[in-house]
């Protein structure tokens, strides 16, 4: 389960676009934070997560977050400043075993498109022409569509599918997703079949294609209630820390991940009701010139910092991309991941403190990225100047969290079911 928010440049304090994302996805499937160049292309066909498309001449420099095992993408930004995220929903169509998963689709959107409406038309034609499907887990049967959050440094859309059937809403000012079908009847343009029902007065597409169960267990409803609240209150005021903040949001305060629930929008996975838990978070600032992105690379952003990354420089080497088993602590994500278990069960006795830690480095390596993109554009620093923040960034993070796993004890845990789902889970990756 995700959420995902965009505030149009009117909306922001800085006078540019802001999105955000949480990637939700089951504990022990890592993320995978990874830059590709732009570059031509002479093969026909890509190969994607399930099946083979068509491949363009030419695809578009991505910076992507994706889980360790699919091709394609939970979100990401573009050269172009085109930024994507897309949430799981449920709908009464049916699923099917093999086509385009929506990461797939994100990626596919990511690589081909110079603005976020020749995305809107980009996923649409290749769910009509490949359809949806293929199940979304690593670890076992998950089926569902997709919504899609898609934005540039001028606009945003929200598009909403259910199988091969689909609606697009153009956003005036701020929007949020979550895994639950939200356009009625207030589409911008929708597929053909949804066009000739709404001539026939069925024009609801929330109401018509969601299926019901499934919509309710996962609470999206009520996250994105929240998060809409939220942005429409500091409307003129959102900036980076504002979209920080809530994707750092938990339903309580002080909050105890043992006693956490699907409506919180930093999810902490606790069992059979609560499966998912934040994998990886993503914050783009969408200038007209040179995007400028920030991303947790880890798990549970309430104890994560945000590093800086300029999509006209790049990522540095980061060391090995993690797997879904524990590799100990090689790569950056499992590093982390080691930390944010230690302290499940004594979690409100250190969070706090990592938070308040990582935060002060996050606003100065926030404030450092600002000032060097303006001396990059204005010629007096070089990409390999940008990539070199980056990575000290991520140095200057993993420090932190290396200390507070030496620091930090395991705690009593006063939940058996939820003790007993953590034992589980990392016997299955070994950590």
Known sequence: MCDTLVALKDAT??????FAKNSDREPN???????????????ERVKCTYIEVEQVDEVYAVLICRPYWMWGA?????????????????????YSRKGLTGMDLVRLALERSRNAKEAVDWITRLIEEHGQGGSCSAARSFYYHNSFLIADPGSAWVLETAGREWVAKRVSDVASISNALSISSDWDSASRKVAELASKGEANFARR???????????????????????????GSIDFFFAANLLRSHSFEPYDPSR?????????????????????????LLYDRAPLAFTTGTSTPCISMFKPVLLD?????????????????????????ALSRRINCSYQRYAPQIAAELGELEREFYARALSLREAYLRGEASAD???????????????VEEKWLQRSKPGRCFNPFYASYWRKVNKADGL
């Open 13 to 18: 304090r800085g006078g540019f676009t802001i």
């Open 29 to 43: 499937e890592a993320q995978v934070v990874e830059f590709h160049p732009r570059r031509s292309t002479a093969e």
């Open 74 to 94: 939970e979100m990401g930004v573009n050269e172009h400043g085109v930024a994507i995220g897309n949430e799981a929903v449920f709908t009464r169509e049916p």
């Open 209 to 235: 294609y969601s299926d019901w169960f499934y919509t309710r267990m996962a609470k999206g409803r009520e996250r994105q209630a929240f998060t809409m609240g939220k942005l429409r209150e500091a409307k």
């Open 260 to 284: 956490g629930s699907m409506r919180d929008v930093c999810m902490h996975a606790g069992g059979l009701a609560r499966p998912s838990q934040t994998a990886c978070s993503l914050i783009a």
């Open 313 to 337: 420089a790049g990522l540095p080497d980061l060391g090995p991309p993690p797997t879904g088993k524990y590799d100990g602590g090689r790569s950056y994500w499992w590093r982390h991941e």
């Open 385 to 399: 100047a940008l990539r070199k923040l980056t990575l000290e960034a991520f140095e200057a993070a993993a420090k």
